[in-house]
């Protein structure tokens, strides 16, 4: 599968790599998992609605979502700090 990073959640991976490689490396992990199996898995994924619906949501930390959607063979990741409001 290919990975898409909207530019917000690309600049969130990018902060992530410089406060804290721990999340960094964990949000590398769930990705991986998304690639093999995309709706279930680690992080406790879940299908958002409302305003985010098609999209779902993985936990990294108690405060903070991997959230994406799959686009044909294409992981689209929107964000990856904080929460869904």
Same mark, same amino acid.
């Given at each position: 599968?290919?990975?898409?990073?909207?530019?917000?959640?690309?600049?969130?991976?990018?902060?992530?790599?410089?406060?804290?490689?721990?999340?960094?490396?964990?949000?590398?992990? =769930? @990705?991986?998992? /998304?690639?093999? %199996?995309?709706?279930?898995?680690?992080?406790?994924?879940?299908?958002?609605?409302?305003?985010?619906?098609?999209?779902?949501?993985?936990?990294?930390?108690?405060?903070?979502? =991997? @959230?994406?959607? /799959?686009?044909? %063979?294409?992981?689209?990741?929107?964000?990856?700090?904080?929460?869904?409001?």
């Amino acid at each position: 599968m290919n990975i898409l990073f909207e530019q917000e959640a690309f600049e969130e991976l990018q902060e992530w790599v410089s406060t804290d490689k721990k999340i960094f490396k964990k949000i590398v992990e =769930l @990705i991986r998992n /998304i690639s093999r %199996s995309p709706y279930e898995g680690l992080g406790k994924p879940e299908p958002l609605k409302y305003n985010y619906g098609g999209y779902w949501s993985r936990r990294i930390t108690q405060e903070d979502r =991997l @959230i994406y959607k /799959i686009d044909d %063979s294409t992981i689209v990741i929107i964000s990856c700090k904080g929460h869904y409001d």
